[in-house]
């Protein structure tokens, strides 16, 4: 089955560069999103990648790479409000657009 | 302003009583979906739907029911709620094939 593996936690110094990794496993694949997620919210949408490489918003970028099933999610000049959760998903095209979340990493940011 | 919108933001309820837990948006997306949050598994879409008409199984449909009878309108019913269905609940909502989806603030839903 369909399945998306990415660090429960990861924790970094305020000003340094984060990056947070999700593998893939699913038999359509469309692409790769992320979204951010703060305690007691609701998730807001990132980025998105459909083909290899990296795409650059801000401070955050988002890479993917189709043959090795792997994205990232890069954060730099972290700031104390990056501390959220962060998801990867993808469209499964096999099993008609659902869509299936990884389970989230934790992304904790000290001082 | 574009939103979705979910009603109630949180409800207690036994086990049995039936709910429904409306969600709307008004940004005239035909992609709308379901998903439940529990600590440690994160986001697992409940049900979805490509149009009007037309809905689909997620990863964990049982329990619930969905309706899609206009574009803006995804109501979840849950017919005889039970304890394990005690969760966060998320609507969300996108263009056809897009995989930018815009989430509602949440229903926290106790089954007691």
């Known amino acids: 089955g369909q399945s998306l593996e990415q660090p429960s936690e990861v924790t970094a110094v305020e000003g340094a560069i984060v990056q947070i990794n999700c593998t893939y496993q699913t038999s359509g694949f469309y692409g790769l999103s992320w979204y951010q997620q703060h305690d007691g919210g609701a998730p807001t949408f990132l980025s998105y990648n459909a083909l290899d490489g990296l795409e650059e918003t801000g401070r955050f970028s988002s890479f993917l790479s189709r043959s090795d099933s792997y994205g990232y999610l890069l954060l730099q000049e972290l700031q104390m409000k990056d501390s959220a959760s962060y998801f990867c998903?993808?469209?499964?095209?096999?099993?008609?657009?659902?869509?299936?979340f990884g389970k989230g990493t934790r992304l904790h940011i000290l001082p | 302003e574009a939103q979705v919108t979910q009603n109630p933001r949180y409800l207690i309820t036994v086990t049995g009583k039936k709910l429904t837990v409306t969600c709307s948006q008004n940004m005239n997306h035909e992609y709308m979906s379901w998903y439940r949050q529990d600590p440690g598994l994160g986001l697992r879409q409940i049900y979805y739907s490509m149009n009007v008409e037309v809905t689909d199984k997620g990863d964990v449909p049982e329990g619930y029911k969905v309706s899609r009878k206009e574009k803006r309108n995804f109501p979840l019913i849950l017919e005889s709620p039970s304890p394990n269905q005690t969760s966060l609940y998320f609507c969300?909502?996108?263009?056809?094939?897009?995989?930018?989806?815009?989430f509602g603030p949440g229903t926290r839903l106790t089954v007691t």
């Open positions: 969300a909502s996108s263009p056809r094939r897009s995989d930018e989806q815009y």
């Open positions: 998903a993808v469209r499964d095209l096999s099993r008609d657009d659902k869509i299936i």
